[in-house]
């Protein structure tokens, strides 16, 4: 595999840097840019009064490894098809720094994406997957299943997600900043909301009484340094898609590029589609983020760990080993090292693995693309004609045996990335049904 080791410079480089925030800005309506903001307040017209000093510190933070990002706001929408759907809203920092990372690594992984998925991938739309389909509908493939994963996003495994990002990416400071993105994105598996906890209640006391110090200390010493300003003469230069000269993709015998694409011969041609004085406070609202960084995960932890630590001492098993420890250890030392010891064996075995990525981030879109590439290779080599926008996807078959062969296709190749199919929602439809697909009718 070619080696990366100065990607996370090139993730943070001024230019990148830049062209990230104006891609951020580009998303938000002008009118809307005062009021676009994330948890921390800021808005993008606050980040763009001082905008040298907050990408130039955002910058410095990446380089360091000091650049932690901060927990999202978390809202509800209907979703059109019934059903509600969790959106996030990062701080305008995080955004940026997301754009940025998303810059830089889509290119790696580009190439080796098939071409029956076309959800937010640069020169694809909707509009293209919808006439992929009603091609291939026209064309002898009359029998469709037509699928739905349940809770795909909020189901995506971490562990899986970050073996198959590192298959491209070998700079680990980067893997860790993706990392470190998933953990505020984990789906919490402790305690109900609404059921107060003190373990958590306190380190949310703690830390916001840290913050405050620090806020004051940095308010009270730091002052505005007259150092060079990389991005006064930084180009703005559109995100560059196209693989460079020399890069290599290696192929696996389970993700194989050139056979999968081999089942792609009857799909229509491509050229037939249609085709972003606050420096302070910058320093404030990043540096204390990095001071801190320890602290969200510590609270999270902490959270998870006290209702299943209990659990696992009540259980019989817990009781037992706690019973043996406090005999072989005596008293109240005995019984202290008996609940340490006990927890850490048991914990591991209780405590579900870290699923989920926000929605409404500008790098999940990206990563759920890695993440069901595999499913399109499944597919395909299987013989099948997919096409896949997001978790929205369709396969085609001339008669109805091979649609039934490929439902049962699709529910293992999901089950094997740890997804499930959505059996109320996915469906067999015949030549004469008519398949209303992404928000429009395909007969």
């Not at 026209?138 to 990002?165: E, M, P």
């Not at 406090?326 to 064996?345: C, E, K, N, Q």
Request: hydrophobic share 35%; with cysteine; charged share 25%.
């Amino acid at each position: 595999m070619q080696t990366q080791e100065d990607l996370m410079e090139r993730l943070a480089a001024p230019e990148n840097l830049l062209t990230a925030w104006r891609m951020v800005r580009g998303n938000i309506p002008g009118y809307r840019r005062q009021r676009s903001s994330g948890p921390d307040g800021v808005s993008l017209t606050e980040f763009e009064r001082d905008l040298p000093a907050q990408l130039g510190t955002l910058r410095h933070m990446l380089l360091k490894g000091r650049y932690q990002p901060q927990a999202p706001g978390l809202f509800t929408i209907a979703k059109r098809n019934g059903g509600t759907r969790q959106i996030a809203m990062l701080n305008v920092v995080d955004r940026v720094a997301q754009r940025a990372t998303q810059q830089v690594i889509e290119p790696l992984y580009e190439p080796r994406f098939l071409p029956c998925s076309f959800g937010f991938r640069p020169g694809r739309s909707i509009q293209d997957a919808v006439y992929c389909t009603r091609q291939l509908r026209g064309h002898g493939y009359g029998w469709v299943v037509d699928g739905d994963i349940a809770a795909c996003f909020d189901s995506l495994d971490h562990k899986l997600l970050i073996n198959r990002v590192g298959k491209q990416i070998s700079d680990n400071r980067v893997l860790d900043l993706i990392q470190r993105w998933l953990g505020i994105g984990i789906i919490e598996n402790g305690l109900p909301a609404d059921r107060p906890n003190w373990v958590a209640h306190g380190c949310q006391k703690a830390s916001r009484g840290l913050r405050r110090g620090v806020d004051w200390a940095l308010n009270t010493f730091t002052r505005p340094e007259p150092n060079y300003d990389p991005y006064s003469s930084a180009r703005y230069e559109p995100s560059n898609y196209v693989a460079q000269d020399g890069d290599e993709y290696p192929e696996t015998g389970e993700d194989s590029l050139e056979e999968a694409e081999d089942r792609f011969y009857q799909y229509p041609r491509e050229d037939e589609m249609k085709r972003r004085t606050l420096q302070n406070r910058a320093i404030q609202q990043i540096a204390t983020g990095g001071l801190f960084m320890g602290t969200s995960w510590a609270r999270r932890s902490l959270t998870k760990a006290a209702p299943v630590a209990i659990a696992a001492l009540k259980s019989p098993a817990g009781q037992l080993a706690l019973k043996r420890v406090i005999l072989s250890g005596g008293g109240a030392l005995g019984a202290a090292a008996g609940v340490a010891v006990t927890t850490y064996f048991l914990f591991r075995k209780v405590v579900p693995g870290q699923v989920g990525v926000l929605q409404g981030s500008p790098l999940s879109p990206l990563l759920s693309n890695i993440y069901l590439h595999s499913f399109d290779v499944s597919i395909t080599q299987a013989g099948y004609r997919l096409v896949r926008y997001a978790d929205d996807w369709v396969i085609l078959c001339p008669d109805q045996k091979n649609a039934e062969i490929a439902f049962n296709q699709a529910t293992l190749a999901l089950d094997r990335i740890h997804l499930k199919i959505n059996r109320e929602k996915t469906r067999i439809l015949t030549p004469s049904d008519r398949l209303d697909w992404l928000g429009e009718t395909v007969e």
